[in-house]
């Protein structure tokens, strides 16, 4: 096992490293900012170390400093949590040179599933299902008119470095596409430093599926079943949930399957997580992206399987094989998490971080919060909105939804506004619960106009 590790990230996720460092015996290191030093990572870890001021281009994107503080602290690995480097190859690659473990799949594998027009194609070699579109980057406007022509519309543009939404543009008739392939290119460039974009056919009301695998350094790969993560506000998911309420066990399996073999394809080691876009009368199921990290929404996975994969990400970088085989691997009840993000929905979901004069998160059978906030503390404006995790766990959906509520009504988070309340609506609406929700669910509610949350609470 490794003896000590630097948390290359910030907020609930090193908080989230910290603890399983904790159980496992391994010396935590926390990397920070001057604006996280009174974070609760950098509070309950082992050892602390500041990389730069509040910025993140000079600090938690420095991988200069980075280096250099695992270097000062005599770390064996370093975990890069998600976002940031996290999906950086040439951070993993630097770490390696370095002799020092990074706490995720070889640079190789980051990197042809980074690029998304690259990864499409090596999924399409390893026969997983990839929506109709371009063979790799599409040059010019003129191609980009004539391949939408071929497919039909609408027709999504989206940049080949891209993420979370970037450089990502729908397109439903030719009147439009030249201004927006123009203006994704440009996106994706000040985004990513590429201006590479691809064409594919956009699959209208669909539902994200995401499997989650666990891959070891001696073959062996697992899949810890799915999540549905159809709830979305511009590319940005608000609430999971697992098992999704669209699939039957035939399409299930369909996709887990497909979702191996997309591990294989791209030679993968430690967690990751496959992600699919399921057709509205579900019928067919198309490869999206690969995410080459943990997930912000691994504890539904963590609540449904028994499996801590913080822990097991540490299992695998100490080269230790997978401990549990397939049919070891049992799914028991059902899993809701809600972001809660310090946003105000009744302006346009604008940032509100601030002072937290008092918070109190809720408890209870099968609640779980995974937050860095406590009383007393300032959110610092510089970063990602999302301040927790709010995880239930039930017998059933039914039981989950009815916990998932109970519990949002208990979150205390004084001083700040937040997506609580937003969400407590979401959860109310028959649309979700009845299970007939698709990723343009979110934007619908909102163009109907918000109401007063206060009855949803």
Known sequence: MLSSVLIANRGEIALRIVRACRELGIHSVVAHSDADEESMAVQLADEAICIGPATAHDSYLRIDRLIAAAEICDVDAIHPGYGFLSEDPHFAEVCTECNIKFIGPPAEAIRRMGNKSEARQTMKDGGVPVTPGSEGVVEDEDDAVAFAKEIGYPVMIKASAG??????????????????????????????????????????????????????????????????????????????????????????????????????????????????????????????????????????????????????????????????????????????????????????FAPSPGYVPFCVAPSGPGVRVDSHVYAGYTIPPHYDSMVGKLIVHGENREEALQRARRAIHEYILDGIETTLDFSAYLLSREEFVQGNYDTTFIEKVVEEGLPDFSYYE
């Open 163 to 348: 993420g979370g939404g970037k450089g990502m543009r729908v397109v439903h008739n030719s009147a439009s596409l030249i201004h927006n392939f123009h203006a994704a290119r440009t996106e994706a460039q000040n985004s990513f430093g590429s201006s590479d974009v691809y064409l594919e056919k956009c699959i209208e009301h669909p539902r994200h599926i995401e499997f989650q695998i666990l891959c070891d350094e001696h073959g062996n790969g697992v899949h810890l079943f799915e999540r549905d993560c159809s709830l979305q506000r511009r590319h940005q998911k608000l609430v999971e949930e697992s098992p999704s309420p669209a699939l039957d066990e035939k399409l299930r399996e369909e996709m887990s399957q497909a979702a191996l073999r997309a591990a294989e394809a791209v030679g993968y080691q430690n967690a990751g997580t496959i992600e699919f876009l399921v057709d509205a009368d579900g019928a067919s199921f198309y490869f999206m992206e690969m995410n080459t990290r943990i997930q912000v929404e691994h504890p539904v996975t963590e609540m449904i399987t028994g499996v801590d994969l913080i822990k097991e990400q540490f299992r695998i970088a100490s080269g230790e094989k997978l401990r549990f085989r397939q049919e070891d691997l049992v799914r028991s009840g059902h899993a809701i998490e809600v972001r809660v993000n310090a946003e105000c929905p009744a302006n346009n």
